[in-house]
């Protein structure tokens, strides 16, 4: 029997109608748009500003895109893999309120929290079910709500994050697409530089918490800088070589939309030509889980059934990786 792969089926995305722009963030903090475009590449963001809806919203619209555009019902799900730091409550998981939102009844399904590395990790392990054959359908999505987190009074932190994400089908495939070869990596004592001080069990919320506004998203943007360049480089052409694939076999890179300084950097340890480097930080900013599957939903009319797409990232924790994915049908 020839071996099962994990391949990606359908795909869907979305983001928040409502823009915030580097023009609006001029008018909110003391930056201004040559200082963003320049250190980030990032000109907007979308924000969910809408009450009552939360990341699980914007998740329910991409699953339903995909099932549409698969043809199949909610019903045949075995199993939803939600990637996210902003689970629209600390508990339950965000993934089962997405299911019972699209009315996915026969699915099991948890959260998976690894910051900006999050889909990766999720997708790594969706793609661990359909390989064995236990699961025939696992639907593997990447949103966050990042607007919840970040003090719209700190520069350091507001230019960079949106709302936003995406999410895939994956199926058994038995010609080798799909999830080919995976490399992930944690480093918990990163956590000194990328967290959030409040809200978890080390210092749950009080007054206090809240006046030292402690539940927002804290950042050394500098180290993190640093070790995401090393890492999601390091990490991408570790999985070429490994594979043996030369820069003129990759089909496409898509890297975490943290920075577009990191995603050239990493570009350029692979030797990579720019227009094989996909981007669209420009307009979304670092949606955390989202970047990865938003940019694969954003690009899907460019790729063709056989292309190698490497998938790149680092985050929070810290946390990085590398996946090398076949894509497994022609794109309309
Ligand atoms: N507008 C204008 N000036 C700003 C600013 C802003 N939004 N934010 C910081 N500055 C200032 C700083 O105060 C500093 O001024 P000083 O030299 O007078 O002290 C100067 O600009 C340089 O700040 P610095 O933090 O050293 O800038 P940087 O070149 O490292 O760029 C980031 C900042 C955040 C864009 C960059 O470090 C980065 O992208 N880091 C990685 C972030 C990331 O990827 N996070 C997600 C994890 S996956």
Redesign the pocket.
């Known amino acids: 029997m020839s071996k099962i792969t994990a391949a990606i089926t359908a795909i869907g995305g979305y983001v928040p109608e409502k823009r915030l722009t580097n023009a609006d963030?001029e008018k909110m903090?003391?930056?201004?748009d040559e200082?963003?475009t320049s250190?980030?590449g990032i000109k907007e963001r979308r924000i969910l500003d809408i009450p009552g809806k939360a990341t699980s919203d914007m998740a329910v619209e991409a699953v339903n895109e995909l099932l549409r555009k698969r043809g199949i019902g909610a019903d045949e799900i075995d199993l939803l893999i939600m990637a996210t730091i902003t689970g629209d409550l600390v508990f339950p998981s965000c993934a089962n309120i997405v299911c019972d939102k699209v009315g996915a009844k026969n699915a099991w399904s948890f959260d998976v929290a690894a910051?900006?590395?999050g889909f990766l990790y999720a997708l790594e392990t969706g793609a661990k079910f359909i390989e064995t054959g236990k699961h025939k359908k696992v639907v593997v999505c990447g949103f966050d709500k990042m607007s919840a987190i970040i003090d719209y009074t700190d520069?350091?932190?507001?230019?960079?994050?949106g709302d936003g994400g995406g999410a895939v089908l994956l199926e058994p495939n038995e010609e080798g697409y799909g999830v080919v070869d995976a490399i992930l990596k944690s480093d918990g004592s990163g956590r000194e530089y990328?967290h959030q001080k409040a809200g978890g069990s080390l210092k749950p919320p009080t007054h206090e918490t809240i006046d030292a506004r402690e539940h927002y998203v804290y950042?050394?943007?500098?180290?993190?800088?640093k070790f995401?360049t090393t890492n999601m480089a390091d990490v991408s052409t570790q999985i070429m070589e490994r594979n043996h694939l030369g820069a003129d076999q990759v089909s496409y890179l898509l890297a975490?939309q943290?920075?577009k300084?990191?995603i050239d950097y990493t570009a350029e340890k692979m030797h990579l030509p720019s227009e094989k480097v996909l981007m669209n930080i420009e307009r979304y900013g670092?949606t955390?889980s989202g970047t990865l599957p938003l940019l694969m939903w954003d690009f899907e009319k460019l790729f063709k059934k056989g292309d190698n797409l490497i998938l790149a990232?680092?985050?929070?924790g810290f946390t990085w990786g590398s996946i090398y994915l076949k894509w497994a049908y022609d794109s309309k």
């Open positions: 963030l903090v003391d930056t201004n200082w963003i250190r980030t910051a900006c590395s520069r350091n932190t507001c230019i960079i994050f990328l950042q050394e943007g500098k180290t993190v800088f995401a975490h943290a920075n300084r990191i670092n955390t990232t680092f985050g929070g």
